[in-house]
């Protein structure tokens, strides 16, 4: 298949773009919480890796995890090498540098028929960030994270070598490292995934009004067995005997024969105008956003046939929706509880959540599948919750709240989202796992070069002297 090549630019513009130093400016993770740091770009990713300082794609980690580390507040940003380097429609394989988006996947493959295998809830998300976070999507309960759709991957090590690693074969350690690894065992260069071929870029979707939490647990399990994609969305002011109610979403890709014959028109999208002030995110103003969002589907359930874009990515149709939150910024929290702690876990997270006056614009809640090999891979076989929290006060007080109740259900909190985990409870959380993790690291990157504010919050990481 005709795949248009981008050609990379001629030597001498390279040389005057390579590593492209931007003065100090203010680096922070879509959450808007950010400390001053230099981000160094080049189409060259062999080039760019030299010397090991963190990775960096196109920032939407909510948290720290994409922030360069106090002593060495440089990150190498990855966006500028977005070539894909071949796609064999007969496999389905596509090799791409780090810095393509799924974004820019989608624009050019869903045409001819082609989706990742896994998207998360945006498509601007490099390759790079989506092995690195082992991100996953609304399928999780049937094709698990993206990397377990990842064959192969190109490396820069901390010690300065290229490396290739696959998941069975060569450096497969250094492979489950790096998915779900959080940048921290080098510059992952270029990505081998298998796409996934889709008969229509339509989705048939089905919404659902849901009562409370309960029966919210009970229906994403039952659905699971009939659609690949559900995701619920959660008023999470609700209380009483309405605690958890929501709305319930699955999809699954239309038949050729259902869908519409004409390509869908990309979706136009409008930019945020400006930061809100903090009482703009008001209790009151989140429960009159929340209710009319749950009175709006009057009906209890609704069939129909929608725009890709709206199905995965409701939120990007809004550029910078972040701004919303002010100077201040605000955090994800989201954690998974095994389905081993019973429905009443998650009951237990949204009633704590209320009890402290935590309000919420934005609760997602989804199935998750088994985990894969990733080390320190978010996913487990449960119910995942997401909260948007506005930084207040209280967050840090709030963030320990949920994490203890968290803990005590044998929960772990998603790294990738995360700014305000203490140590102590991350390592709680991890302890079957980290030994493994750290291990790798002392194999990897025994002086500690790559580094990032996440890892000096939770590994204790400090530069080797
Ligand atoms: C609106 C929204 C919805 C989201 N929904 C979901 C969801 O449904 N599911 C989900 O799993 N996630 C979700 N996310 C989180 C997002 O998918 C991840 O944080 C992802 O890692 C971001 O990719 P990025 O390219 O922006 O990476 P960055 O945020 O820039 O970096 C993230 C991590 O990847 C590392 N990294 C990036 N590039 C490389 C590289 N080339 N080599 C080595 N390490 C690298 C960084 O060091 C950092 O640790 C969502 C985020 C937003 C803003």
Same mark, same amino acid.
């Given at each position: 298949?005709?795949?248009?090549?981008?050609?990379?630019?001629?030597?001498?513009?390279?040389?005057?773009?390579?590593?492209?130093?931007?003065?100090?400016?203010?680096?922070?993770?879509?959450?808007?919480?950010?400390?001053?740091?230099?981000?160094?770009?080049?189409?060259?990713?062999?080039?760019?890796?030299?010397?090991?300082?963190?990775?960096?794609?196109? !920032?939407?980690?909510?948290? @720290?995890?994409?922030?360069?580390?106090?002593?060495?507040?440089?990150?190498?940003?990855?966006?500028?090498?977005?070539?894909?380097?071949?796609?064999?429609?007969?496999?389905?394989?596509?090799?791409?540098?780090?810095?393509?988006?799924?974004?820019?996947?989608?624009?050019?493959? *869903? /045409?001819?028929?082609?989706?990742?295998?896994?998207?998360?809830?945006?498509?601007?998300?490099?390759?790079?960030?989506?092995?690195?976070?082992?991100?996953?999507?609304?399928?999780?309960?049937?094709?698990?994270? &993206?990397?377990?759709?990842?064959? /192969?991957? #190109?490396?820069?090590?901390? @010690?300065? /070598?290229?490396? +290739?690693?696959?998941?069975?074969?060569?450096?497969?350690?250094?492979?489950?490292?790096?998915?779900?690894?959080?940048?921290?065992? !080098?510059?992952?260069?270029?990505?081998?995934?298998?796409?996934? =071929?889709?008969?229509?870029?339509?989705?048939?979707?089905?919404?659902?009004?849901?009562?409370?939490?309960?029966?919210?647990?009970?229906?994403?399990?039952?659905?699971?067995?009939?659609?690949?994609?559900?995701?619920?969305?959660?008023?999470?002011?609700?209380?009483? %005997?309405?605690?958890?109610?929501?709305?319930?979403? =699955? !999809? %699954?890709?239309?038949?050729?024969?259902?869908?519409?014959?004409?390509?869908?028109?990309?979706?136009?999208?409008?930019?945020?105008?400006? +930061?809100?002030?903090?009482?703009?995110?008001?209790?009151?103003?989140?429960?009159? &956003?929340?209710?009319?969002?749950?009175?709006?589907?009057?009906?209890?359930?609704?069939?129909? *046939?929608?725009?890709?874009?709206?199905? $995965?990515?409701?939120?990007?149709?809004?550029?910078?929706?972040? /701004?919303?939150?002010?100077?201040?910024?605000?955090?994800?929290?989201?954690?998974?509880?095994?389905?081993?702690?019973?429905?009443?876990?998650?009951?237990?997270?949204?009633?704590?959540?209320?009890?402290?006056?935590?309000?919420? &614009?934005?609760?997602?809640?989804?199935?998750?599948?088994?985990?894969?090999?990733?080390?320190?891979?978010?996913?487990? #076989?449960?119910?995942?919750?997401?909260?948007?929290?506005?930084?207040?006060?209280?967050?840090?007080?709030?963030?320990?709240?949920?994490?203890?109740?968290?803990?005590?259900? !044998?929960?772990?909190?998603?790294?990738? %989202? @995360?700014?305000?985990?203490?140590?102590?409870? $991350?390592?709680?959380?991890?302890?079957?796992?980290?030994?493994? $993790? *750290?291990?790798?690291?002392?194999?990897?990157?025994?002086?500690?070069?790559?580094?990032?504010?996440?890892?000096?919050?939770?590994?204790?990481?400090?530069?080797?002297?």
């Amino acid at each position: 298949m005709e795949i248009p090549w981008k050609p990379r630019r001629n030597l001498d513009q390279l040389e005057a773009m390579a590593h492209v130093p931007r003065s100090m400016q203010t680096i922070a993770g879509w959450g808007r919480i950010g400390t001053p740091g230099t981000e160094i770009l080049s189409e060259d990713l062999e080039r760019l890796s030299v010397g090991a300082v963190l990775s960096r794609g196109l !920032g939407r980690s909510y948290g @720290d995890s994409a922030i360069p580390p106090s002593d060495a507040p440089t990150v190498a940003t990855t966006t500028l090498a977005d070539r894909i380097l071949g796609f064999d429609p007969e496999s389905a394989v596509l090799r791409a540098e780090a810095g393509v988006s799924i974004e820019q996947l989608n624009r050019r493959l *869903l /045409r001819k028929g082609f989706f990742v295998p896994v998207t998360p809830g945006t498509q601007f998300v490099t390759m790079g960030g989506a092995v690195a976070a082992d991100v996953h999507g609304k399928n999780h309960h049937v094709d698990g994270c &993206f990397g377990s759709h990842v064959l /192969r991957l #190109k490396l820069r090590v901390p @010690d300065g /070598r290229l490396v +290739e690693a696959t998941p069975d074969g060569e450096h497969s350690d250094l492979f489950w490292a790096n998915v779900g690894g959080m940048g921290l065992f !080098g510059h992952i260069l270029e990505v081998d995934v298998k796409m996934k =071929a889709v008969p229509s870029p339509w989705i048939a979707q089905q919404t659902e009004r849901v009562d409370d939490i309960d029966q919210y647990i009970d229906l994403l399990k039952e659905r699971a067995a009939e659609f690949p994609f559900t995701v619920g969305w959660i008023d999470c002011l609700s209380t009483g %005997k309405n605690l958890g109610r929501g709305t319930l979403i =699955a !999809g %699954k890709w239309a038949s050729a024969e259902e869908a519409p014959r004409r390509f869908p028109e990309p979706k136009r999208r409008i930019t945020f105008p400006m +930061e809100l002030p903090s009482w703009a995110l008001s209790r009151p103003t989140v429960q009159a &956003f929340n209710t009319l969002n749950y009175w709006r589907h009057l009906p209890r359930k609704m069939n129909g *046939l929608v725009h890709w874009e709206t199905f $995965f990515y409701p939120l990007d149709m809004i550029r910078e929706w972040n /701004r919303m939150y002010g100077k201040r910024g605000f955090t994800q929290y989201q954690c998974v509880l095994p389905d081993a702690a019973g429905r009443g876990a998650a009951r237990r997270v949204l009633e704590l959540l209320s009890r402290r006056g935590g309000a919420s &614009f934005l609760c997602v809640i989804k199935d998750c599948g088994e985990a894969n090999r990733g080390l320190l891979s978010f996913p487990m #076989k449960g119910i995942s919750i997401a909260l948007d929290i506005a930084v207040r006060d209280d967050t840090q007080a709030l963030i320990d709240a949920l994490n203890e109740q968290v803990l005590s259900d !044998g929960g772990r909190i998603y790294l990738a %989202k @995360d700014q305000f985990t203490r140590p102590e409870h $991350f390592r709680e959380m991890e302890k079957a796992r980290l030994g493994r $993790f *750290l291990e790798a690291r002392d194999r990897w990157d025994p002086q500690r070069k790559v580094r990032s504010r996440q890892s000096e919050r939770l590994f204790g990481d400090r530069a080797a002297t």
